[in-house]
């Protein structure tokens, strides 16, 4: 998770949010496309990885 | 025991009011004791009022021993009761029911609602009950949408108490709040639906907080004063959290409770308790402890809260040193104690305050899924977005496509050269039919040349043949001619020859005979020599000089000798 720290969920979120906004503009070029379709795919697969991690247990600090 | 009721719906305040109670179970009206308030909506059988007494409280007439009843309600009731009564002398029979004791007369039973009217009606007979005034501290209070329910208690016992909406607004000059000392006056009245006696009050007086609720009342003041509940203060909740810490009893229902839920919402927050005393003499030292504790180790949000309890249970929360602990935080702190309507202290300090730890657990971890959800419905949107973007430059791509293979060259190549070789066979056609043309005409030419030249040829020969016929004839006749005109020079050729022959032999003769006469040798004979020098002929004596060698020749050899003495004739010597 440290090297995830300074990844802002929320941030992802929103940019995912434009990205796809913006990919279901009708004229929008391919090469952008392309690379608009990247940045998101890879930021989703960020962002799920940063949601969903190893299944935690209860601690319990002062036993 | 239960009697039950009939009774409508737009009557029902007023049974409730009568202490008739609602069966939300079996959905029916019912009441413990039967009076005769509640009377007018009993439908079962008579006997069992009267045994229980209740006929003699009707006989002897409501009106009479509250005076509160009317006397047309009175009238109905009779009316009623005296149906009912006819109803059941005709039912008797039927309310006989055999049971393993013996048989049963239902009759004989009173109904709860006859029951729970006697007791109105006894409260109703005792003037002390109708006018009773009673002191002691509120609690239970959680305020009022409509009438205004709440206890009032001393050290040992607890009182219920009701207030309508209307009296509330006219006797009310300060705020009901749990804690306060009041004095009340009212009448008791058995609340028939659930079966509790309570005071209806008329009048309420605010005598002074109690001493637990000044000072909790003052400390409030104080640090709200201070800004310890400012809402500026207070921290957002983290969306994402990572670890959320958890200051409670690890034995209680609440780190159950949050576990659960916490769980289900987001298994992959980290949970971590500290353990604390959530009441009694540790409770506030080791609650402090823990949220420094956990406030010095990084976690994303604390929640610090337990299950409900009494004011005395939760009375740790509202401690002074607990609420500066949370205001001093830097994490974000959620508390849940206690329960709705019910707040201590920390639920002001607290930068979020829910009712119970399970909604404290929704509070700090939001639910994963909602996001994974979000995160997913992007994923897909982009992907579908994609998707359809490549479509839509596929189908451009087909269309020209399509036009470029109308505008194929190689097409256009191979017209162009099915056009040419078209051409060419014509071509080729025409010039083997030219050429057959001229063939033909060629052959018919040199046929014709080859007659002409024959025919020259011929005319040739024969005119040469004549010629050469005509030259011959001339020939012979020439050369006859020369032949004889030789013949003739020859013969006088001859006859010239001979005659000079024999003159020239003649002329030969005679020079031969006279040159025999002048040879040399024959002079050598008779005596002469040659005489020479160095090779030459000595013709004079001049030619040699005493002392030369000279050569004389005779004609049978040479003589050499010396020149001795040179003479020379004073004339010309003759031979």
């Keep these: 998770m440290e090297e995830n720290k300074d990844f802002n969920v929320d941030e992802a979120l929103a940019r995912l949010e434009v990205i796809n906004n913006r990919l279901s503009e009708k ?25 969903v991690g190893v299944e935690k247990q209860l601690n319990i600090i002062n036993e | 025991m239960s009697i ?3 009774v409508p719906y737009r009557e029902k305040d007023e049974a409730k009011a009568l202490g008739a109670k609602w069966n939300p179970l079996g959905k029916y009206w019912y009441c413990e004791v039967l009076n005769e308030g509640l009377m007018r909506w009993y439908r079962g059988p008579r006997a069992e009022a009267e045994t229980e007494g209740i006929r003699i409280a009707f006989d002897d007439d409501g009106n009479v021993i509250d005076g509160n009843l009317t006397p047309d309600t009175t009238d109905n009731e009779a009316g009623n009761v005296t ?27 009173s109904s709860v609602s006859a029951v729970s009217d006697m007791i109105t009606a006894k409260y109703n007979s005792i003037p002390e009950f109708r006018r009773i005034m009673v002191r002691g501290e509120v609690t239970n209070f959680s305020g009022h949408t409509t009438h205004y329910y709440f206890d009032i208690k001393d050290d040992s016992a607890i009182l219920k108490c009701f207030m309508y909406e209307d009296v509330g607004q006219n006797v009310l000059d300060f705020e009901l709040a749990n804690g306060q000392q009041v004095a009340v006056i009212g009448f008791m009245d058995l609340y028939k639906p659930t079966g509790k006696s309570q005071i209806k009050v008329t009048r309420i007086a605010n005598i002074g907080d109690g001493a637990a609720m000044l000072a909790y009342i003052r400390l409030k003041e104080r640090l709200e004063a201070e800004g310890l509940f400012s809402q500026d203060h207070k921290k957002p909740i983290p969306k994402y959290p990572e670890k959320v810490g958890i200051i409670t009893s690890k034995s209680g229902q609440a780190i159950k409770d949050i576990c659960k839920v916490a769980g289900k919402r987001n298994p992959y927050v980290q949970l971590e308790l500290y353990h604390v005393n959530v009441q009694g003499r540790n409770a506030v030292n080791t609650i402090v402890s823990g949220i420094r504790y956990m406030d010095a180790r990084g976690y994303d949000t604390i929640i610090v809260g337990r299950g409900g309890g009494s004011d005395e249970e939760l009375m740790a929360y509202n401690d002074e040193a607990i609420a500066r602990a949370v205001y001093e935080a830097r994490t974000p702190i959620v508390s849940a104690v206690g329960h709705e309507g019910h707040w201590t202290l920390i639920d002001y300090v607290a930068d979020k305050r829910v009712a119970t730890p399970s909604e404290a657990a929704e509070e700090a971890v939001p639910d994963i899924m909602v996001h994974v959800n979000k995160v997913m419905f992007f994923a897909k949107g982009i992907r579908v977005n994609m998707l359809n973007k490549l479509e839509q430059r596929k189908h451009i791509l087909n269309e020209r496509k399509a036009e470029l293979e109308k505008n194929n060259p ?6 162009q050269k099915a056009k040419l070789e ?27 040349i080859n007659n002409n030249i024959i025919s020259i040829v011929k005319d040739r020969r024969s005119r040469f043949d004549q010629l050469s016929e005509k ?12 032949r004889s005109c030789y013949d003739q020079l020859l013969e006088r050729l001859d006859r010239n020859m001979l005659s000079l022959y024999k003159e020239k032999k003649h002329r030969f003769e005679i020079l031969v005979e006279k040159l025999n006469g002048l040879s040399p040798t024959a002079k050598l004979v008779r005596g002469f020599g040659y005489i020479s020098h160095d090779g030459k ?26 020149v001795t003495n040179v003479n020379k004739n004073n004339t ?4």
Excluded: W
């Design chain 2, 471 to 482: 030259l011959d004839n001339n020939m012979i006749r020439i050369v006859k001619e020369k």
């Design chain 2, 410 to 415: 190689e097409i256009k190549l191979k017209e």
């Design chain 1, 27 to 51: 004229d929008v070029p391919l090469a952008e496309s392309l690379e608009l379709y990247k940045e998101g795919t890879e930021l989703a697969a960020k962002c799920q990885e940063h949601l």
């Design chain 2, 83 to 109: 149906d009912i009564e006819n109803e059941n002398e005709q039912n008797d029979e039927e309310n006989i029911f055999l049971t393993a004791n013996g048989p049963i007369n239902l009759a004989e039973y």
């Design chain 2, 4 to 6: 039950r009721l009939s």
């Design chain 2, 537 to 562: 002929a000595v013709t004079t004596v001049d030619d040699v000089k005493a002392g030369d060698s000279i050569v004389m020749r005779i004609h049978d050899g040479e003589i050499c000798a010396d």
């Design chain 2, 572 to 575: 010309d010597a003759k031979l």
């Design chain 2, 422 to 448: 078209f051409l060419l066979k014509q071509i080729n056609d025409s010039m083997a039919r030219i050429a057959e043309e001229k063939k033909n005409h060629l052959i018919l030419l040199s046929e014709r």
